[in-house]
């Protein structure tokens, strides 16, 4: 988790103070490192914050000019970029093919409104500093987490009202706390301090450099002991001050509903806490002022500001975790054995290479949300097409999307959607179901790879026309004429719903044009609204206004098909596509593709395959089930050859007519020792 490498910023800001003070470089260059490796997101962040906070020491202990305080501290300066030199280096064996790899997903696209200098929040945002201000519930999308307890709030303020901190001390402090704010206020500084992409939730993870922050200052203003050098007056002023912030908060909420107009207005309005929160927040900063203000700190005084700190930041934390459903453990690792063993039962009695379309969803059930499966090929450790990560690669993604699975945005990829072309192009061998003791093979599947004709490399596919991509990658690959029938639409009648009113019930009527499955999509569709002849196939996940294929079921060439759902009134871009696939002529095509079959060796690995196949005057390319990403090599009968993109992101490796050894490896990209 990204969150871990924060663990090791205290550490890291010591190891500055260490190189500042002692010109000791160890502890920096140590810790800085664990926090790249740890996590090279925060890692990165932890490289800004580091540089910031540097310079911030060498202007807080000078009070000369700009030119003249970095000449004297130029040794300073220079041991540290050097130290920072060298952890860099260290990462590197990390960092590049992370790079490398990065620029290959949804990442590596820069988009100029990013970098807008837009306002990314309001006044709103000083609501964070309540207690219980947010929950699990407004995760994705928030104002900037500043919660970092009242009694920090307090001395935070205390730290710019005492007179024991030198003036020149505060303005330096506020300096570095205006940076870190404008680096979550700007929408391009904050794309900056997010590698140059703006977040896909959790908006500003930059936040918690600015938390520590506050937490450092507070700390200072704590070791001034500001019930005996502040009087009467400043004390007052600090408890209107932190109140005052609290309430700047909660008219700050009417004021951003007004600034972002109507059609925001309800989604800002709903971000305000509850008005008890302010209420318990203004009582806790009064009670933690009497005892923090006393002339003498005592036992006492100090066990009940412990109290309350506890008890505040407890009550936060359970308020913090509302909503969370946290599902059955012990429901959850029994059902995680059941569909363990439903894996094992494939994975270990077939070691060829090929993938597993799983609809088990005995573990949802006991998740306690909603549980798409996106990552269950790791938890079970088999191969899949479904994926949820920031390191997926965009052109596999976009291939697949565009050939009719669904994805929701750059992180993700599911099955939903595959029917038998994908079946066959992604070597889907298995159907996983639940609650059943055997899977079931799938007559698609060929193997990892294939020969084909050349022409296939030809094709580029066209963004999210399903059945036109699919149609004319069939035609290429030898498949008879009229794999697949477009549905001729006899009626399309459409009605108003009283549910939603900006939807409409759309209901087509058609004959079956083959006998074989029958597929459907569309854009701005509410897939679980979805009937055939008066019969729901909603699908096994709910992604609403997506496109993808769904499977509306077998039918026999002539059926009277009654199609219905709820849409917008038009269908936008390709509108809706059906089509049925001719099973028959399917099967032809597989054997077709089965005589020119891959013999992968039994000893290949994940990072080097190799075996045999035969090519021909008409096949002279090996269409091979992997994606076809930077760090692949291919050799054929000893000769390097390239590798051209099948279908615009599987791999084609060029085939001679007869016999030919292909040998396939891996290098990561950025990664030298080999």
Same mark, same amino acid.
């Given at each position: 988790?990204?969150?871990?490498?924060?663990?090791?910023?205290?550490?890291?800001?010591?190891?500055?103070?260490?190189?500042?003070?002692?010109?000791?470089?160890?502890?920096?260059?140590?810790?800085?490192?664990?926090?790249?490796?740890?996590?090279?997101?925060?890692?990165?962040?932890?490289?800004?914050?580091?540089?910031?906070? %540097?310079?911030?020491?060498?202007? +807080?202990?000078?009070?000369?000019?700009?030119?003249? *305080?970095?000449?004297?501290?130029?040794?300073?300066?220079?041991?540290?970029?050097?130290?920072?030199?060298?952890?860099?280096?260290?990462?590197?064996?990390?960092?590049?093919?992370? %790079?490398?790899?990065?620029?290959?997903?949804?990442?590596?696209?820069?988009?100029?409104?990013? /970098?807008?200098?837009?306002?990314?929040?309001?006044?709103?945002?000083?609501?964070?500093?309540?207690?219980?201000?947010?929950?699990?519930?407004?995760?994705?999308?928030?104002?900037?987490?500043?919660?970092?307890?009242?009694?920090?709030?307090?001395?935070?303020?205390?730290?710019?009202?005492?007179?024991?901190?030198?003036?020149?001390?505060?303005?330096?402090?506020?300096?570095?706390?205006?940076?870190?704010?404008?680096?979550?206020?700007?929408?391009?500084?904050?794309?900056?301090? !997010?590698?140059?992409?703006?977040?896909?939730?959790?908006?500003?993870r930059n936040v918690y450099f600015f938390s520590f922050v506050c937490i450092i200052l507070a700390f200072e203003a704590w070791q001034t002991h500001p019930g005996k050098v502040l009087n009467d007056l400043q004390k007052l002023a600090v408890i209107a001050t932190t109140i005052g912030l609290?309430?700047?908060?909660?008219?700050?909420?009417?004021?951003?509903?007004?600034?972002?107009?109507?059609?925001?207005?309800?989604?800002?309005?709903?971000?305000?806490?509850?008005?008890?929160?302010?209420?318990?927040?203004?009582? $806790?900063?009064?009670?933690?002022?009497?005892?923090?203000?006393?002339?003498?700190?005592?036992?006492?005084?100090?066990?009940?500001?412990?109290?309350?700190?506890?008890?505040?930041?407890?009550?936060?934390?359970?308020?913090?975790?509302?909503?969370?459903?946290?599902?059955?453990?012990?429901?959850?690792?029994?059902?995680?054995?059941?569909?363990?063993?439903?894996?094992?039962?494939?994975?270990?009695?077939?070691?060829?290479?090929?993938?597993?379309?799983?609809?088990?969803?005995?573990?949802?059930?006991?998740?306690?949300?909603?549980?798409?499966?996106?990552?269950?090929?790791?938890?079970?450790?088999?191969?899949?097409?479904?994926?949820?990560?920031?390191?997926?690669?965009?052109?596999?993604?976009?291939?697949?999307?565009?050939?009719?699975?669904?994805?929701?945005?750059?992180?993700?990829?599911?099955?939903?959607?595959?029917?038998?072309?994908?079946?066959?192009?992604?070597?889907?061998?298995?159907?996983?179901?639940?609650?059943?003791?055997?899977?079931?093979?799938?007559?698609?599947?060929?193997?990892?790879? %294939?020969?084909?004709?050349?022409?296939?490399?030809?094709?580029?596919?066209?963004?999210?026309? $399903?059945?036109?991509?699919?149609?004319?990658?069939?035609?290429?690959?030898?498949?008879?004429?009229?794999?697949? !029938?477009?549905?001729?639409?006899?009626? !399309?009648?459409?009605?108003?719903?009283?549910? #939603?009113? +900006?939807?409409?019930?759309?209901?087509?009527? #058609?004959?079956?044009?083959?006998?074989?499955?029958?597929?459907?999509?569309?854009?701005?569709? $509410?897939?679980?609204?979805?009937?055939?002849?008066?019969?729901?196939?909603?699908?096994?996940?709910?992604?609403?206004?997506?496109?993808?294929?769904?499977?509306?079921?077998?039918?026999?060439?002539?059926?009277?098909?009654?199609?219905?759902?709820?849409?917008?009134?038009?269908?936008?871009?390709?509108?809706?596509?059906? /089509?049925?696939?001719?099973?028959?002529?399917?099967?032809?095509?597989?054997?077709?593709?089965?005589? !020119?079959?891959?013999?992968?060796?039994?000893?290949?690995?994940? *990072?080097?395959?190799?075996?045999?196949?035969?090519?021909?005057?008409?096949?002279?390319?090996?269409?091979?089930?992997?994606?076809?990403?930077?760090?692949?090599?291919?050799?054929?009968?000893?000769?390097?050859?390239?590798?051209?993109?099948?279908?615009?992101?599987?791999?084609?490796?060029?085939?001679?007519?007869?016999?030919?050894?292909?040998?396939? *490896?891996?290098?990561?990209?950025?990664? %030298?020792?080999?």
């Amino acid at each position: 988790m990204w969150l871990d490498a924060l663990i090791l910023l205290p550490l890291v800001a010591l190891g500055i103070h260490r190189l500042y003070n002692v010109h000791k470089f160890d502890l920096y260059i140590v810790t800085l490192l664990l926090s790249i490796i740890t996590n090279y997101y925060l890692g990165y962040m932890t490289c800004l914050f580091s540089v910031l906070y %540097f310079f911030y020491l060498i202007f +807080k202990n000078s009070e000369a000019k700009l030119l003249p *305080t970095l000449k004297t501290a130029a040794i300073k300066i220079r041991d540290f970029f050097f130290a920072s030199i060298i952890t860099g280096g260290l990462s590197a064996i990390l960092l590049v093919p992370t %790079f490398q790899a990065m620029l290959t997903t949804g990442k590596g696209a820069f988009k100029l409104s990013s /970098f807008l200098p837009l306002p990314t929040f309001g006044f709103g945002a000083f609501t964070q500093f309540e207690v219980a201000s947010g929950n699990y519930l407004d995760r994705i999308f928030h104002y900037p987490s500043l919660y970092v307890g009242l009694l920090m709030l307090l001395l935070l303020v205390t730290y710019y009202y005492t007179e024991e901190i030198p003036q020149h001390y505060k303005n330096m402090s506020v300096w570095l706390l205006g940076i870190l704010f404008l680096g979550m206020w700007l929408r391009s500084f904050n794309t900056v301090w !997010h590698m140059m992409q703006q977040p896909a939730g959790f908006p500003f993870r930059n936040v918690y450099f600015f938390s520590f922050v506050c937490i450092i200052l507070a700390f200072e203003a704590w070791q001034t002991h500001p019930g005996k050098v502040l009087n009467d007056l400043q004390k007052l002023a600090v408890i209107a001050t932190t109140i005052g912030l609290l309430l700047l908060g909660r008219l700050g909420f009417f004021l951003d509903a007004a600034l972002v107009g109507h059609k925001y207005e309800a989604f800002i309005k709903g971000l305000i806490p509850p008005f008890e929160f302010f209420a318990i927040s203004c009582l $806790i900063v009064l009670l933690e002022a009497i005892f923090l203000f006393a002339k003498r700190q005592t036992i006492f005084s100090l066990g009940v500001i412990s109290l309350i700190l506890i008890a505040e930041l407890s009550g936060n934390f359970f308020k913090a975790m509302y909503g969370i459903p946290f599902g059955s453990q012990p429901r959850f690792s029994r059902d995680l054995k059941i569909e363990q063993r439903q894996i094992d039962r494939i994975t270990q009695t077939d070691h060829s290479f090929y993938r597993i379309d799983n609809h088990s969803t005995i573990i949802a059930d006991s998740v306690g949300s909603r549980y798409n499966s996106y990552n269950d090929s790791l938890l079970f450790n088999y191969n899949d097409l479904t994926s949820y990560s920031s390191t997926l690669d965009n052109q596999t993604r976009v291939m697949l999307r565009d050939l009719g699975l669904f994805s929701k945005n750059e992180r993700r990829i599911s099955s939903q959607g595959i029917s038998p072309l994908v079946e066959t192009l992604a070597a889907t061998k298995y159907t996983n179901h639940p609650h059943r003791n055997q899977p079931s093979l799938k007559s698609s599947y060929v193997g990892i790879g %294939f020969a084909i004709p050349k022409a296939a490399a030809e094709f580029k596919l066209s963004p999210f026309d $399903i059945e036109y991509n699919q149609q004319t990658l069939l035609n290429l690959m030898g498949a008879p004429t009229n794999t697949i !029938h477009p549905v001729s639409e006899l009626t !399309h009648d459409v009605d108003p719903d009283s549910q #939603f009113p +900006k939807l409409v019930h759309h209901t087509l009527k #058609f004959k079956a044009p083959a006998t074989g499955r029958l597929y459907g999509s569309g854009n701005r569709i $509410i897939y679980e609204s979805f009937k055939v002849n008066g019969i729901s196939r909603r699908p096994r996940f709910q992604f609403e206004h997506e496109r993808f294929l769904i499977n509306l079921g077998t039918h026999k060439r002539g059926d009277s098909i009654s199609v219905d759902f709820l849409a917008e009134p038009t269908l936008s871009n390709q509108g809706s596509d059906f /089509f049925a696939y001719d099973a028959t002529h399917y099967h032809q095509f597989i054997k077709t593709l089965k005589a !020119h079959k891959f013999r992968l060796d039994p000893d290949s690995t994940a *990072t080097r395959l190799h075996g045999t196949v035969t090519g021909s005057r008409k096949n002279r390319l090996l269409f091979m089930s992997v994606p076809n990403q930077t760090g692949w090599s291919a050799q054929v009968n000893d000769r390097s050859v390239p590798i051209r993109a099948v279908a615009d992101h599987f791999m084609g490796i060029p085939l001679k007519p007869g016999k030919n050894h292909v040998n396939l *490896t891996y290098h990561v990209p950025g990664f %030298f020792c080999r």
